[in-house]
């Protein structure tokens, strides 16, 4: 089991594992469930903590708010199926701790130390474990050391699991190679493209008996979707800006408050990449300087991603003396070292120089009186709350709250699709989506910190649009259809000599563009999106293929495939990275199916009470 611990593959696993705990940590809104409940069930004999439940619940919320781009409110947890994730990733972590724990798989008290040591979040300004930094980051995510060390030595061993798991895992070249074959391929076309300047004659101006014809014909095209006319007040921070007073020494302070992000030093971005001994490193430097290998070459022989070596901005304060001294009298894109650090020699590539920032009071005077006025604004808002839902709660109508408070009426049509306006707000748009005509108007929250209430007054059926309305529409669509329609004849002839491998230069008619080196996927600009894929669909050189569209008729000619070449440089890194990919997707399936078996064997036991006791105290 030594083995197993110093195993380096052990880093990938272990350091994702780190960086998912120390995101999971920052949970928010957790109340104190408070009785005698202190989990929520187990799977075997490990027990599932009730907090850890929580801690998961929260990120997922967070996580989902994030992807929506709109807050995920408690009230939704069990709507948008957040409980049922949370189970499923709590159970899965107690079936592999479970199953370790039979194993006999375990962690020493050296290997823990190393792991928190080692863990960026916990580094001083020196670049060194930090124990200010370690106690600092768990007092602000709530935890003590004793409990986060506990949850460490978990995740350390599901992840030592996961190695006796996956270790050994090793796809032959075929899968790869197939798949870069494919994804590799590259062609060589001949683009012609035929639009309305094609055209033996020019285009008549349609009369209303056409263009109501071509109405009629295609009715449907023409018909507005079923809305809901909605009826709303709405009270926003920007509404009430004017009405507050900023004084320039408000002004004044929130400029000093901020002055880091308005005042900033030189800075460099750097990544660094630390060796085992000097020799290693010394040796690595050279290789680079002569141009037999890349800093992103010995970043991944020393087990590492890019983004495991990246320092991000740094300054001249915020490093060693000896490495700012180096990095920031070497250029843009130099690699600097080997030069000693707390971790061990190490090579620093300075991938940006972000020089001095000095701004003035007076550049951001008038946008730091805006802000402030906007926080006056919201404060105010929260001054109306109460009146505002005494109104609404004692009957009055939309229509009378806005004539007795700051808030404003309007109504609108809302289809869904509407992104103007305050139908551009999420917190309205889900509200609307939902209302139905027995909902009695409640105050919701908007992104700005503003307020509202909406109201269905009547929900309109899908119904034709007007001639009237929709003339330059129908204009338009009848435009680019004739088009396709006379340019045809044209086509046709284009195709023949196409297809004779006759030169598309020779062609009086068209525009011509030659497409080489054409990547699967690669969008060719002025032609619609899918014209790419009907490149790659041509079965062989010679073959054409013709796409009527938007007015305009595309004709291309295949005339070479250029096959993936795994011997060049970049391709067999590329064959590399594919066979790394190929085996991490098949460890992660295998650990997958590891985790549902452990779970499935060991027995799940929950206790719905305390489940919904965490899920009610979420706030």
């Known amino acids: 089991m030594a083995d197993i611990i110093r195993a380096k593959k052990s880093n990938y696993f272990v350091w994702v594992l780190l960086v998912l705990l120390i995101i999971g940590l920052a949970g928010f809104g957790i109340r104190s469930v408070g009785g ?33 781009g709109a807050p995920v ?19 899965a972590l107690a079936a592999l701790a479970n199953e370790a724990r039979r194993l006999g798989i375990s962690v020493s008290d050296a290997r823990l130390a190393r792991a928190i040591t080692e863990n960026p979040a916990f580094r001083g300004a020196d670049g060194a474990f930090s124990k200010a930094s370690y106690e600092f980051v768990l007092e602000q995510n709530g ?33 790869a190679r197939a798949i870069l074959a494919y994804l590799g391929e590259k062609r060589d076309a001949t683009l012609v493209i035929l639009d309305e300047t094609a055209l033996p004659e020019p285009l008549p101006e349609p009369d209303d008996a056409t263009l109501r014809a071509w109405y009629e014909a295609h009715k449907d095209a023409y018909r507005a979707p079923e809305r809901k006319r909605i009826s709303y007040i709405r009270l926003s921070p920007e509404m009430l800006k004017d009405e507050v007073t900023v004084s320039e020494e408000e002004i004044r302070a929130a400029y ?33 300087d002569a141009g037999k290998t890349s800093f992103e070459d010995l970043v991944r022989a020393q087990g590492f991603s890019m983004k495991d070596v990246s320092l991000g901005e740094t300054t001249r304060a915020t490093l060693d003396p000896k490495v700012a001294e180096a990095v920031f009298a070497a250029p843009e894109g130099a690699v600097v070292g080997p030069i000693e650090g707390p971790l061990g020699p190490a090579l620093y ?42 109104l609404l709660a004692a009957g009055a109508t939309l229509e009378e709250v806005a004539g007795e408070t700051p808030a404003t009426f309007g109504t609108i049509d809302f289809t869904g699709s509407e992104r103007e ?75 023949k000599t196409l297809e004779k ?5 020779a062609l009086d008619r068209g525009k011509v563009v030659e497409l080489a080196n054409l990547a699967r996927g690669q969008p060719v600009p002025d032609a619609p999106p899918v014209l790419p894929e009907r490149i790659f669909a041509l079965e062989a050189p010679g073959a054409v293929d013709s796409l009527p569209a938007e007015g305009a008729i ?46 499935s064997h060991a027995g799940i036991s929950l206790d719905q009470r305390a489940i919904d006791a965490v899920i009610a105290s979420i706030r």
């Open 36 to 68: 005698r409940l202190t989990t929520i069930g187990k799977v075997g004999d490990e027990e599932i903590p009730i907090d850890a439940f929580a801690r998961v619940l929260t990120r997922q919320m967070r996580d989902l708010s994030r992807r929506m």
């Open 73 to 91: 409110g408690a009230d939704q947890i069990r709507a948008l199926g957040i409980d049922r994730s949370a189970i499923e990733e709590v159970t």
């Open 143 to 175: 935890l003590k050391p004793a409990e986060y060390e506990a949850l460490l030595r978990d995740d350390l061993v599901r992840g030592l699991l996961q190695i006796v798991v996956t270790d050994g895992i090793a796809p032959s070249d075929t899968a």
């Open 256 to 288: 000093d408050a901020r002055a880091d992000e308005f005042n900033k030093p030189e800075r460099r971005v750097l990544e660094r990449l630390v060796f085992r001994d000097r020799t290693a490193a010394e040796k690595a430097k050279a290789a680079l």
């Open 349 to 390: 590539r300075i991938t940006a120089i972000l020089p001095k920032v000095e701004t003035p009071l007076a550049q951001v005077h008038d946008r730091l009186a805006e802000e402030i006025a906007l926080e006056k604004a919201r404060a105010r808002i929260g001054e109306e709350l109460t009146p505002i839902e005494d």
């Open 421 to 495: 306006g305050i139908a551009a707000d999420n917190a309205f748009r889900e509200k609307a989506i939902a209302v139905t005509r027995d909902d009695f108007p409640e105050l919701g929250e908007l992104e700005d910190g503003g307020l509202f209430a909406l109201r269905l007054d009547e929900v309109v059926p899908p119904s034709p649009i007007p001639f009237e309305k929709v003339k330059d529409r129908v204009r338009a669509d009848w435009r680019r259809a004739e088009i396709e329609k006379r340019l045809a004849p044209v086509a046709e002839e284009v195709r």
């Open 501 to 505: 491998g006759g030169p598309a230069a």
């Open 554 to 599: 595309y004709l291309v000619r295949l005339d070479r495939v250029i096959p993936f070449d795994p011997e060049t440089e970049e391709n067999r890194r590329n064959l590399k990275d594919a066979r790394e990919a190929i085996r991490l997707r098949i460890a992660q399936d295998a650990f997958t199916l590891f985790t549902d078996a452990a779970r």
